[in-house]
């Protein structure tokens, strides 16, 4: 079935940095690829999507471009601030459709001002 | 409509206590699933609804555990002789097969199993 792996964390940066999260997956075919964030204590949030190849998904200042040569999806920031201090998963499906995700380990950030 | 929604929040249990938890999904979504994920992990499948019929059921799903969705709206989630090992956080999601949309996900319950 499909996977995922993103990078370890946590990663930490002073406000304003520049983010990167790097993920990548292994599919059979080109499925949709999300990134969900989870706040302390609470939880997920979807936080931006592609549904296909060289698309960009964006919110909240953040992007992702689907990438299928590299079979990447990595998550990016031009500016963090603090209150992007959270946890964020990468996450397709693990099949065709929508049934069932199947999610990275996850990448804590933490912003300090 | 508020979203996912579950409840309790939070349950501690002693060793050998059944404990049930129950999901209200987004009104007009069919699709209804439920995710555990401890410590440190990313959220792990569990099983799947569409309507009232579980159509999956994840081999991480023991005997101990059996979800219901008697009419295709709430969903319930039971633990029976909870163990330690059943301690996380327990995530329910829906989403609508007729938009096809992603899954939308509720808070969550944290078990503590002491």
């Known amino acids: 079935g499909n996977s995922v792996t993103q990078m370890e964390g946590p990663v930490t940066l002073s406000e304003e940095a520049f983010l990167t999260i790097n993920c990548t997956y292994t599919a059979t075919g080109y499925p949709s690829l999300f990134w969900y964030v989870q706040y302390p204590g609470e939880g997920l949030q979807l936080l931006l999507k592609?549904?296909?190849?060289?698309d960009k998904g964006s919110n909240k200042g953040f992007e992702a471009t689907y990438r299928k040569e590299t079979t990447s999806f990595h998550l990016e920031k031009g500016s963090v601030q603090v209150s992007d201090s959270a946890v964020y998963f990468c996450a397709l499906p693990m099949n065709t459709g929508f049934q069932k995700l199947v999610f990275g380990t996850g990448t804590r950030l933490l912003v300090s001002p | 409509d508020t979203g996912v929604s579950q409840d309790p929040r939070h349950k501690i249990t002693k060793r050998g206590q059944n404990v049930t938890f129950r999901c209200d999904p987004i009104?007009?979504?069919?699709?209804l699933y439920w995710y555990r994920q401890t410590l440190g992990q990313g959220p792990e499948f569990l099983t799947y609804?569409?309507?009232?019929?579980?159509?999956?059921k994840s081999r991480l799903l023991s005997d101990r555990f059996s979800a219901e969705r008697p009419k295709g709206s709430f969903s319930t989630l039971e633990i029976q002789r909870t163990e330690q090992g059943d301690s996380a956080m327990y995530l329910c999601?829906?989403?609508?097969?007729?938009?096809?949309?992603?899954?939308?996900f509720g808070q969550g319950t944290r078990l503590t199993v002491v």
């Open positions: 609804f569409q309507n009232e019929a579980q159509l999956e």
């Open positions: 592609a549904t296909k190849a060289d």
């Open positions: 999601a829906s989403s609508s097969d007729k938009k096809n949309t992603e899954a939308f």
């Open positions: 009104s007009e979504h069919n699709r």
